[in-house]
């Protein structure tokens, strides 16, 4: 990590011994000073880049709040400052601040098991805009957002897999083979919505909406999961894509299981689940689900599968905890040592020319 600082360090050490040695020592200490800064600061920089990832977590909604615009009075006052005169004489002056009417817009809020309240401006579609003429009640914000109602929120954690991957990377896997891998489903759709089902599917709002339930129920304080449960549809794949799908979505998520499989004709071809849980539980998991879904039919109701796969996930997930990877060592990456080459040399030099005009 700090071979750069070290090698352009001696650089500037001979440079200096040769045009200054008077001030050798001084400016090659202040190169290593400002040097070995820069690359603790590119280090935890790059670090923090590496490991910082987002799991999905579910809840529901438990209230809301509906608070009604209101105009508040704030009567004539004065207030009281100094300035200075043009002979430097210190002047008290009073300003008078004339009454007014502050305008505050009506307040709608919905309190989130798993993400406390948020403040909301919109309908779920985004059709209905709040403001002060609508809603004017709680029960009208209820029509919209209705206690119960399933929610998803994202938050951050530490994943060292992600920078060490090597430890569940397919090693017969070229990704470069396959280019038309979805994209890891974390973007919300909304403020409480995200899709869970990937590719195409009948009655798919309704698929998703059941999945959003159960997911919900997975972590409710019951049954206290912390699952992010994710169906992918690969359609006429074959069947290396779901590995090749494990490598790419690399995140390893520690609340994620993802039910992969292969389609064609209403039939599943094939099936692949994957989590980063490697519990025995969690495998017996992966194996029940897999004979599972190569028996279902597409064609009928897709809700009854996540139903039936919801108490199997009940008896047997385990979620990882990634503080079992606090062993992994986060290197450096190539972009980090390219910014530090780059920041060192530019101080060196700029040492290196003091070192001349001295």
């Given amino acids: 990590m700090f071979l750069p600082t070290i090698i352009i360090g001696t650089i500037v050490f001979l440079f200096c011994f040769y045009f200054n040695k008077k001030n050798m020592f001084k400016l090659t200490l202040i190169f290593f000073i400002i040097g070995f800064f820069i690359t603790g600061i590119v280090y935890l920089i790059d670090l923090d880049d590496q490991i910082i990832d987002t799991e999905v977590w579910s809840g529901n909604i438990e209230d809301v709040e509906h608070k009604e615009e209101w105009d508040e009075f704030h009567p004539q006052r004065e207030e009281t400052y100094t300035t200075t005169d043009s002979k430097g004489n210190t002047i008290t002056k009073i300003k008078i601040i004339p009454a007014y009417t502050e305008h505050h817009?009506?307040?709608?809020?919905?309190?989130?098991?798993?993400?406390?309240?948020?403040?909301?401006?919109?309908?779920?579609?985004?059709?209905?805009?709040?403001?002060?003429?609508?809603?004017?009640?709680?029960?009208?914000?209820?029509?919209?957002?209705?206690?119960?109602?399933?929610?998803?929120?994202?938050?951050?954690?530490?994943?060292?897999?992600?920078?060490?991957?090597?430890?569940?990377?397919?090693?017969?896997?070229?990704?470069?083979?396959?280019?038309?891998?979805?994209?890891?489903?974390?973007?919300?759709?909304?403020?409480?919505?995200?899709?869970?089902?990937?590719?195409?599917?009948?009655?798919?709002?309704?698929?998703?909406?059941?999945?959003?339930?159960?997911?919900?129920?997975?972590?409710?304080?019951?049954?206290?999961?912390?699952?992010?449960?994710?169906?992918?549809?690969?359609?006429?794949?074959?069947?290396?894509?779901?590995?090749?799908?494990?490598?790419?979505?690399?995140?390893?998520?520690?609340?994620?299981?993802?039910?992969?499989?292969?389609?064609?004709?209403?039939k599943v071809t094939w099936a692949y689940p994957f989590s980063w849980a490697d519990s025995e539980k969690s495998e017996k998991l992966k194996i029940d689900v897999r004979n599972y879904m190569l028996k279902a039919n597409l064609k009928s109701d897709f809700t009854k599968v996540i139903e039936d796969i919801n108490p199997m996930i009940k008896r047997n997930f385990q979620r990882k905890e990634f503080a079992d990877f606090n062993y992994l060592n986060v290197e450096l990456s190539t972009k980090a040592y390219i910014y530090i080459a780059i920041l060192n040399l530019i101080t060196g030099v700029g040492i290196m020319y003091c070192c001349r005009e001295m």
């Avoid at 397919?170 to 759709?189: A, Q, S």
């Avoid at 999961?225 to 779901?242: A, E, H, R, T």
Wanted: charged share 30%.
């Fill in 105 to 266: 817009k009506a307040i709608n809020k919905i309190q989130t098991t798993d993400n406390g309240w948020i403040t909301v401006y919109e309908d779920l579609d985004g059709k209905v805009s709040f403001s002060d003429k609508f809603p004017n009640t709680k029960e009208e914000l209820l029509k919209f957002y209705p206690i119960g109602k399933e929610t998803v929120s994202i938050h951050t954690y530490e994943n060292k897999v992600q920078a060490s991957y090597s430890i569940y990377n397919h090693k017969d896997i070229d990704l470069d083979k396959y280019r038309d891998l979805p994209k890891y489903p974390n973007e919300m759709k909304n403020l409480i919505e995200i899709d869970r089902f990937i590719g195409s599917i009948p009655n798919k709002d309704k698929v998703m909406e059941t999945l959003n339930k159960v997911n919900s129920e997975l972590n409710n304080n019951s049954n206290k999961k912390q699952i992010n449960l994710i169906f992918v549809n690969l359609g006429d794949k074959s069947s290396d894509y779901g590995f090749a799908l494990q490598d790419y979505w690399k995140c390893g998520n520690k609340n994620d299981f993802i039910i992969c499989f292969g389609s064609r004709g209403g």
